[in-house]
């Protein structure tokens, strides 16, 4: 009988030797697992440095190292005996659950907040253009108050036109002016413009269009602008314009067309034109973008007896780079983005 108790004493202290073994065994699992995700919250590599990874590793390093389950943890070596009870008081206190209660909410909080504004998510959003408008009226608010909301709707449906499906690249515009008769009053203009035409979506028809207008006397019989050229992807499209039209009251003649393009990544398009005119009536040349241009480029060679100020409309002169080395030459390059409403301006006088 005694041989029996002293087995099962024996097999109990063996279970006990055990069972302390594997709690020293797991605390050190445990903590090499905390170790490992506070490593990736600090090192990070590859696709795990994009949001929300990060965060994640470092709540779950904090939760590993000092959460809820590293608690129950303490608390089987408190009973165990291997840990003071001051130790299990710090980890069972209402502060410092408190206190980790408001660090993992904190984090879940910032979790969320990164989530909703992902650019991922936004782009799933049906009602991103109101989210948007709402941003702005809040942003402008607290400093005009009064006018935050037509701000919001000028800015989206002139300088952000969520309209269109296009916009301009590799715009360039080469002019050059002489003088068409002896007595210096009438000019000719020859101009060639080259861009190309992006879509947004390659799936969509771009509906592209062009108008140019010279301004003249009623009685003016010299006056003219004429097509020369028209290419869009080196297809020629002159028979699919209409010739240049006069205004009712004789005070201009217009030239215009429009297309609808499809099928195609991008399109290349090539229009030469000349325009006959007197700069004394038609004093001012204007380009105003309809859409977003991307860095345009605009060289004007013009005669010694005329004078032309280059204007820039809506941007800051500064951003134009003059690449012109020679008296009669403008050569300006936008190194920028235009917006809507946006351009230049060149207006003519004669030189004294």
Sequence with gaps: MSSTIEFLQRLGRGFKALGDGIVRTLIVWWFLLGAVFA?????????????????????????????????????????????????????????????????LAEAASEIVSKTIYNSAFLEQRKDIEEVWRQVTEVLYKSRFKDISQRIANKVLQEYFPVGDNFYYDEFEENVEITFCDSE?????????????????????KVKWGYRTDVLKRPDDTRSKVE???????????????????????????????????????????VMEMKRIYDPAVDTVRDFVAARFVNSPELHVKFPEELSLTFQPVGTRKDAYKDLSTFQNVIWNVYQDLIFPNQGYRIMFSRSE
């Design 227 to 269: 097509l020369l050229k028209l290419e869009i992807n080196q297809k020629d499209r002159m028979t699919d314009c209409q010739p240049p039209h006069a205004s009712k009251n004789g005070k201009s003649l217009s030239l215009e067309f429009a297309f609808e393009l499809e099928g195609a990544k991008e399109y290349k398009v």
């Design 184 to 204: 210096k009053i009438f000019i000719q203009s020859r101009e060639k413009v080259s861009l190309t035409i992006k879509p947004i979506d390659e799936t969509q």
């Design 39 to 103: 490593a990736l919250f600090l090192i990070h590599p590859g696709f795990l440095a994009a949001d929300p990874w990060p965060k994640l590793f470092e709540l779950l390093a904090t939760a590993t190292i000092t959460g809820g389950v590293f608690e129950t943890i303490v608390k089987s070596f408190q009973y165990s005996g291997l840990f003071k009870e001051e130790l299990q008081g710090i980890f069972s206190s209402s502060q410092y659950k408190c206190d980790q209660t408001e660090l």
